[in-house]
């Protein structure tokens, strides 16, 4: 069975950054699609970044230019690094590959 285990979420300020890690188990390896999506207070949840199983990166316009996903196979760990956070990149951040969800991490940014 597949399981994916959020971490790295915290208060950060405004302008700062952070690094989400995604522990994936049950699984051979992670090279497969990988996703983070977020959901913000009273919001829908909303994709953020993917990486394929070539390892293409795509991002959501509102942060590109700002996260990067990449992935560590020997870790089986998929990463979001976020720079230059805003209060709007508040909101629990979760972490997907094809049916699976992790629980989630919440990030909040203050002004």
């Known amino acids: 069975q597949v399981q994916l285990v959020e971490s790295g979420g915290g208060l950060v300020q405004s302008g700062g950054s952070l690094k989400l890690a995604c522990a994936a188990s049950?699984?051979?390896?992670?090279?497969?699609?990988m996703s983070w999506y977020r959901q913000a207070p009273g919001k829908s949840r909303e994709l953020v970044a993917t990486i394929d199983r070539s390892s293409t990166r795509n991002y959501a316009d509102f942060v590109k230019g700002r996260f990067m996903v990449f992935r560590d196979n020997a870790r089986k760990t998929v990463y979001l690094q976020m720079y230059n956070l805003t209060p709007e990149d508040t909101a629990v951040y979760y972490c997907n590959s094809l049916e699976t969800w992790g629980q989630g991490t919440r990030v909040t940014v203050s002004s």
């Open positions: 049950g699984i051979t390896s992670t090279i497969r699609p």
